[in-house]
């Protein structure tokens, strides 16, 4: 590792009452691949978009490091690749069209673009899929698209949201060794999973989330001497034994569903009222 790349200052991260992250401090070096863990609710997904700059913190600073000059992240956006939770691809464009839109949009010509593609898809055993519509894919293929397109504009940093999340076992496989490849290269990767196991393959050092509050970081090491367990797992269940936080969030009903739910309770209605 060498040099500082990213740095979070105390950050709070507030939605209503509910603190997401709580005076939150982490710097993460150049060529370290960190695994991002804890269940449900814990913080992970506003705390990448945090460092995307997707979202603006309460308080507290996120800084992007660039030649010893430390600036806001918002100015760095393009410095970093984002594979989401929801994929997002276009359907009714092929594989490379959905990379080739994203990559321009950063101003990457398409051949420099390309020729990443084609090296990273041939990884991930897509290389000969780049020019089908995506409308057909798998969840796995659909998963690999948008990695493919986290990394065709040469990014500093990726940020990984669950990467292998409802992926087959030899998908995920794929994944997890083109992480590996990064990290060899001298990459910078947050991992953000709920499975310990799998950060342990890929990780060399753990971050664990609970509640918006930062409960560890370190080396895989480090959290068993410090939690005095055997496992990554016990350690985890250790440091979270508090329980997790509920989120009580009621799904607004679109105009659409409204109308269909209407008209279809007074259709049962109607049925009924004949059988009687």
């Not at 500082?4 to 603190?19: A, C, D, M, P, Y």
């Not at 490379?96 to 950063?106: G, K, Q, V």
């Not at 509640?211 to 440091?239: H, I, M």
């Amino acid at each position: 590792m060498s040099g500082l790349l990213l740095s979070v200052k105390n950050v709070t991260k507030s939605f209503g009452k509910i603190n997401a992250l709580e005076n939150l401090s982490i710097d993460i070096q150049k060529g370290a691949v960190i695994g991002l863990v804890g269940s449900n609710g814990a913080g992970k997904t506003t705390f990448l978009r945090l460092l995307c700059g997707l979202y603006r913190p309460n308080s507290g600073n996120v800084v992007f490091i660039k030649d010893g000059i430390e600036d806001d992240i918002e100015k760095f956006r393009k410095s970093i690749g984002v594979l989401p939770e929801s994929t997002g691809l276009y359907h009714r464009l092929t594989a490379w069209e959905n990379i080739r839109y994203h990559s321009r949009l950063h101003g990457i010509d398409d051949t420099i673009s390309w020729n990443r593609t084609l090296r990273f898809s041939k990884a991930l055993s897509i290389n000969e899929d780049l020019m089908r519509h995506t409308r057909g894919f798998s969840r796995g293929m659909r998963q690999k698209t948008a990695l493919l397109r986290a990394l065709a504009h040469g990014p500093e940093i990726l940020l990984l949201d669950e990467p292998t999340a409802g992926l087959d076992v030899t998908s995920a496989r794929l994944v997890r060794k083109l992480v590996l490849q990064l990290k060899e290269e001298g990459g910078t990767v947050i991992y953000s999973t709920h499975n310990l196991s799998e950060a342990e393959k890929v990780c060399d050092r753990i971050i664990i989330m609970h509640n918006g509050q930062l409960r560890f970081d370190g080396t895989n090491e480090d959290l068993l001497s410090e939690t005095d367990t055997k496992s990554l797992e016990d350690a985890y269940v250790k440091l979270t034994n508090d329980d997790a936080r509920i989120k009580d969030k009621v799904e607004q009903e679109g105009w659409f569903a409204k109308t269909w739910r209407q008209i279809f309770t007074r259709n049962i209605e109607y049925a009924f009222q004949e059988d009687e």
